[in-house]
């Protein structure tokens, strides 16, 4: 399978703690991106962390690329209970994107 | 980026018949990509539906279980055919919101049809 894995498979947290996701993946890659998917419905993009950067910020989330480990995290800082989700990584592979496995977030109030 | 409109959303189906799920964009996009999500998965890309060509399957996808149609640049169609209890997953359509030439294949995403199969 080209899929990577993520870690944990399931997250719960409670509201103001910070979440921190992790991926890894298997090929090279051009740059890797982080999506949120909530209850089964489609995915929203929320960020992209180019081969050639380290880290990356946008608002509460914070992307880290490490291409000698082949590794990602993707952290939320102050969590809501809106961030309840599912999260997936996604590497570029050729023009296509290969998912990782996903983190279930669930932030309580 | 693209609005995509997809549909049924959702459809409860019987074992041997056959389902089309239809996506609608609001803008002219070269590339449209077929996604299934098994329940509790991540997203397996099925096929890559470029217009005025035969759709890209990849490995474990055949298009006479999943024939795709791409009359235009702003439609596509997947049908799953057939259909076993296997066949129950969410299925999504997406396209790039940049120009491949950008190199960044950020995808917009449909909001899924949720199929399952008795």
């Known amino acids: 399978s080209q899929q990577g894995e993520e870690d944990p498979q399931a997250l719960s947290i409670q509201e103001g703690e910070n979440a921190t996701m992790n991926c890894s993946y298997k090929?090279?890659?051009?740059?890797l991106q982080w999506y949120r998917q909530n209850s089964g419905r489609g995915l929203v993009h929320l960020i992209l962390i180019r081969s050639n950067e380290r880290e990356k910020h946008s608002g509460r989330l914070r992307v880290t690329l490490d291409t000698s480990k082949k590794s990602s995290s993707l952290l939320i800082t102050a969590s809501r209970a809106a961030d309840t989700a599912s999260y997936f990584c996604a590497n570029n592979q050729g023009g296509k994107l290969i998912f990782g496995q996903g983190t279930e977030l669930s932030v309580k109030p | 980026s693209a609005v995509i409109s997809q549909k049924p959303s959702r459809d409860i189906c019987q074992r041997g018949t056959s389902l089309t799920i239809q996506c609608q964009v609001d803008?002219?996009?070269?590339?449209m990509f077929w996604y299934r999500q098994q329940p509790g998965q991540s997203l397996t890309l099925i096929a890559t539906?470029?217009?005025?060509?035969?759709?890209?399957?990849e490995s474990g996808f055949v298009i006479d279980k999943f024939p795709i149609s791409r009359p235009n640049l702003t439609f596509s169609t997947l049908t799953v055919s057939n259909m076993s209890p296997e066949d129950s997953s969410i299925y999504l359509c997406?396209?790039?919101?940049?120009?491949?030439?950008?190199?960044?294949?950020?995808?917009?995403f449909g909001a899924g049809s949720r199929l399952t199969v008795l």
């Open positions: 997406s396209v790039p919101n940049a120009p491949q030439s950008s190199g960044a294949n950020v995808l917009t």
């Open positions: 539906a470029n217009q005025g060509s035969e759709a890209t399957y």
């Open positions: 090929t090279s890659i051009n740059n």
């Open positions: 803008s002219q996009v070269t590339m």
